[in-house]
C-alpha cells in the first residue's frame, strides 16, 4: 500500500509539472475601446496580425493612427499586452486609432535553443532582427492605408510607437525612409512619410561598416523620445564598436534641432531601461502634448525636458503585476553585462 500510495503522489508530481509547463491561453485584457484583430500580411505560411481599436459610433472626420510595436528584445512578446490598454482607450476617447502589431521575432529560439529565423548568408543577425520588423511594420501601414476608408483614418496622420526591441523598430523605420533604404522603397508609397514617432527606450542602430553616422537624406518626422539616461540596454547617445553602431535620443535630437524638426526628449535622468515601460501609463501628459501640438496643430517645438525625481513614477510592483517576468528579465539582461547578444551597450552620455 506504501508503495502504491508514493507511486500515485509520484505521477500526480509529475501531472501538476507538465500541467504547469504547458503554455497558458493569454487573457484578453480589458478595454473599453471596440477592437477588430485582421491579419495585415503573411510571413513564412504565416498571417501576421493586428488589433485595431477604435470607437465606432465615432464618425467625425477622418482619424490619426497611433501604431505601437511590442518589446522584448526580438525575442518574447506580443501585441496583446495588458500594459498597453489603458493609454489605448484614453487616445481613442481622444479620437485616435490605435493599433497594436505583432512581427517577426528575429532571436526568438526553440525549446532546442536553435533559432525560429535565420537570416540570409551574409546578414548580421542583429540587423536581421531589426530589419524584418521595419518590414512588418512597413506591411501593417500599407494595410492601414489600403483600408483607409473603411477604419475612417486619415494615412497621413499615422504615427508609429514602440517599447525597447519596437522602439528601435520604429526609428530605424524612418531612417530608412529618410535615407531610401530598398525595404522603405519596397513596402511603403512613394513619398510617404510617418506624421510622428513615440520611441520609449529606442535608438537606431546599423551595422554597417560606412554606416558609423546618421545621414539623413531628407527631414525626418517629428519625434518624441522617453528615454533613461544611463539605460544599460539601449544607447541614450551614441555606441561606436566592431558589431554595431548605435545613435540614441540625444544625439539624434540634436540633429532634429540642426534640421529644424519638431521634438521632445522626456530624459530620466539616471534612469534605466525601465523607460521602456513606464511612458505606458505615467507619461501620458507628454504624449499627449506631443500628439496635440506638434503632430495635429503642427508647432514647431522643441523641447528637452529632464526629471530628476530619485523615485520612478511608479508603483513598487507595477511592471510584474501588468507583464509578469519582464523586469526580471531586463535585470538580467543588465547583470550580463554590456554588449551581450541581443542587448546594446550604453553610450556615453552626456555630464549634467
Not at 522602439?167 to 530605424?172: G, R
Not at 513606464?278 to 506638434?294: A, G, M, Q, V
Request: proline residues 7%; aromatic residues 12%.
Amino acid at each position: 500500500m506504501r508503495k502504491f500510495i508514493l507511486i500515485s503522489t509520484a505521477i500526480a508530481l509529475v501531472s501538476a509539472m507538465s500541467a504547469k509547463a504547458q503554455p497558458q491561453p493569454q487573457a484578453e485584457p480589458e478595454h473599453k475601446a471596440d477592437k477588430t484583430t485582421v491579419e495585415f500580411v503573411v510571413r513564412d505560411s504565416k498571417p501576421i496580425l493586428m488589433d485595431i481599436y477604435q470607437f465606432k459610433d465615432q464618425k467625425d472626420e477622418k482619424r490619426p493612427v497611433f501604431l505601437y510595436s511590442f518589446g522584448g528584445a526580438w525575442a518574447m512578446g506580443s501585441r496583446i499586452d495588458a500594459l498597453c490598454n489603458p493609454l489605448y482607450d484614453h487616445l481613442c476617447e481622444k479620437g485616435w486609432v490605435c493599433v497594436a502589431i505583432d512581427y517577426r521575432l528575429g532571436s526568438a529560439r526553440g525549446r532546442d535553443g536553435k533559432p525560429l529565423i535565420t537570416p540570409p548568408e551574409g546578414y548580421n543577425p542583429f540587423q536581421y532582427s531589426i530589419d524584418i520588423g521595419v518590414e512588418d511594420i512597413y506591411a501593417a501601414t500599407s494595410w492601414l492605408i489600403k483600408h483607409a476608408d473603411e477604419y475612417n483614418i486619415d494615412p497621413e496622420k499615422i504615427v508609429i510607437s514602440g517599447s525597447s526591441a519596437g522602439a528601435i523598430n520604429s526609428m530605424n523605420a524612418e531612417y530608412y525612409i529618410c535615407t531610401g533604404h530598398k525595404l522603405a522603397k519596397e513596402n511603403l508609397p512613394a513619398d510617404f512619410n510617418y506624421a510622428g514617432i513615440v520611441p520609449m527606450a529606442g535608438a537606431v542602430y546599423l551595422t554597417g561598416e560606412n554606416d558609423t553616422e546618421l545621414r539623413w537624406d531628407r527631414k525626418p518626422c517629428p519625434m518624441c523620445f522617453f528615454h533613461g539616461s544611463a539605460d544599460p540596454t539601449v544607447t541614450f547617445d551614441i555606441e561606436n564598436n566592431p558589431n554595431r553602431h548605435g545613435f540614441g535620443p540625444y544625439y539624434v535630437s540634436q540633429q532634429l534641432y540642426a534640421m529644424d524638426v519638431p521634438y521632445m526628449l522626456n530624459e530620466y535622468f539616471k534612469g534605466d531601461h525601465c523607460m521602456a515601460l513606464l511612458p505606458l501609463k505615467w507619461f501620458w501628459n507628454e504624449i499627449d502634448s506631443f500628439l496635440d501640438r506638434i503632430v495635429l496643430n503642427g508647432e514647431n517645438i522643441k523641447v528637452h525636458s529632464i526629471e530628476r525625481s530619485p523615485k520612478p513614477r511608479t508603483d513598487a510592483n507595477f511592471l510584474d503585476t501588468v507583464r509578469p517576468g519582464q523586469y526580471e528579465a531586463v535585470n538580467r539582461m543588465r547583470a550580463q553585462g554590456a554588449g551581450q547578444a541581443g542587448g546594446a551597450r550604453p553610450g556615453a552620455a552626456p555630464q549634467r
